[in-house]
């Protein structure tokens, strides 16, 4: 089940984005992370299994298109919001292969065509950006994203249609454990 944020899902959170983001290098301070979901808090969802379990969690805000959000820092929400930028998605690795990832970002891309954004952008790393462009992100090698490390690649997707993302229906082959944008 994927609902929003709720307090109580901060310490599964934390934890989550540490084990996947820590061996890169690129793991945020609890209050940076609570600042960019505060921007906002009606695109950041997670995936609950069983009795309350966050198996995983999905943190995005509006940024400007080929613009991502500075890692480790916090900014303010800018005033224009037709790009929602995913910044975080991370499923446990306990839970891979399921679908939650592509399940999260379905999710999140319906709630962005909802706000009126005609694109969604993120940042991969780890060599996610096989994931992401089985989900028909493109990416822009000319958009600097410097402080997501060395492999980092800026991508984005357009919104313009009503159709789903292309692995919705697909099966999930490769999920990588985290991609942070």
């Keep these: 089940m994927i609902r929003g944020l709720a307090p109580a899902d901060w310490a599964a959170i934390v ?3 540490a084990a996947a983001y820590a061996p890169l290098g690129l793991s945020e301070s609890p209050a ?4 960019k979901a505060a921007v906002s808090p009606g695109t950041c969802f997670v995936v609950r299994t069983g009795a309350e379990t966050v198996g995983g969690y999905l943190l995005a805000l509006p940024s400007p298109p080929r613009r991502p959000p500075s890692w480790g820092r916090t900014e303010p929400a800018p005033a224009l919001r037709e790009n929602l930028h995913i910044h975080d998605l991370v499923v446990s690795p306990l839970l891979r292969g ?4 592509r399940r999260l970002v379905a999710h999140v891309e319906d709630a962005a065509r909802d706000r009126g954004c005609t694109s969604v952008s993120l940042v ?7 994931f992401w462009a089985a989900l028909g992100y493109v990416a822009q090698p000319d ?3 410097t402080d997501y490390g060395a492999s980092a690649l800026y991508m984005s997707r357009s919104l313009t249609t ?7 229906s697909a099966s999930p082959a490769h999920q990588p454990s985290h991609r942070r944008s």
């Design 124 to 130: 991969a790393v780890g060599g996610a950006d096989r």
């Design 162 to 168: 009503r159709e789903p993302s292309p692995g919705r």
């Design 15 to 17: 934890s989550l984005e």
């Design 98 to 101: 399921r679908g939650l990832g």
């Design 32 to 35: 940076v992370l609570r600042a």
């Design 143 to 145: 958009v600097a994203v």
